[in-house]
T-cell receptor, first 112, second 113 residues
Framework: GNSVTQMEGPVTLSEEAFLTINCTYT??????LFWYVQYPGEGLQLLLK?????DKGSNKGFEATYRKETTSFHLEKGSVQVSDSAVYFC???????????FGPGTRLSVLP | DTEVTQTPKHLVMGMTNKKSLKCEQH?????MYWYKQKAKKPPELMFV???????INESVPSRFSPECPNSSLLNLHLHALQPEDSALYLC????????????FGPGTRLTVT
């Protein structure tokens, strides 16, 4: 079946540190890949997406590249801020279903 | 406008009460979703409506009853809930083409006493 694996954390970084959150997937067909962010007490917000191999999604300084050969979609940011503290979910959606498959989420804490 | 709204924001109900959660979007999306999210867990899919018809029911207990009165509105009717049903209930919508992203509402925090 389809699945998403990501480092669960928590990840604790100092402000201005480099961030990587790993995400790998298993899917039939050709999935679209997404990163969502959830701030405390809120719903999920789409952070970025990629719909085909080698696509790079980017938004608010975050980037992720769809790597079909390694079935990965790792999230990176060059310099994190305290305001980036949140839970980050990697997700996929396949051509064969309407539902998303979410990873377990990675909690990020950024300290000043 | 990429906004999905949900009401109420918070709800406390007893196990014998009947209440409803509401969700609305005006993005012209024809697929709408209900998710349940427990603390420190990812959202779990409950129901999917596509073109106002129920297309996916993930074996949800009958005390949860979804309704899609039109293409912009989605309701979740609650009756005889259990304390373990306390969670954040999220609504989402998307274009029905299969690779489009979902847009989520802020959620309703439900507490069953």
């Amino acid at each position: 079946g389809n699945s998403v694996t990501q480092m669960e954390g928590p990840v604790t970084l100092s402000e201005e540190a480099f961030l990587t959150i790993n995400c790998t997937y298993t899917a039939t067909g050709y999935p679209s890949l997404f990163w969502y962010v959830q701030y405390p007490g809120e719903g999920l917000q789409l952070l970025l997406k990629a719909t085909k191999a080698d696509d790079k999604g980017s938004n608010k300084g975050f980037e992720a590249t769809y790597r079909k050969e390694t079935t990965s979609f790792h999230l990176e940011k060059g310099s994190v801020q305290v305001s980036d503290s949140a839970v980050y979910f990697c997700a996929l959606r396949t051509n064969y279903g309407q539902n998303f498959v979410f990873g377990p989420g990675t909690r990020l804490s950024v300290l000043p | 406008d990429t906004e999905v709204t949900q009401t109420p924001k918070h709800l406390v109900m007893g196990m014998t009460n009947k209440k409803s959660l509401k969700c609305e979007q005006h993005m012209g999306h024809r697929a709408m979703y209900w998710y349940k999210q427990k603390a420190k867990k990812p959202p779990e899919l409950m129901f999917v409506y596509s073109y106002e018809k129920l297309s996916i029911n993930e074996s949800v207990p009958s005390r949860f009853s979804p309704e899609c009165p039109n293409s912009s509105l989605l309701n979740l009717h609650l009756h005889a809930l259990q304390p373990e049903d306390s969670a954040l209930y999220l609504c989402a919508s998307s274009h029905p083409l299969l690779t489009y992203e979902q847009y989520f509402g802020p959620g309703t925090r439900l507490t069953v006493t």
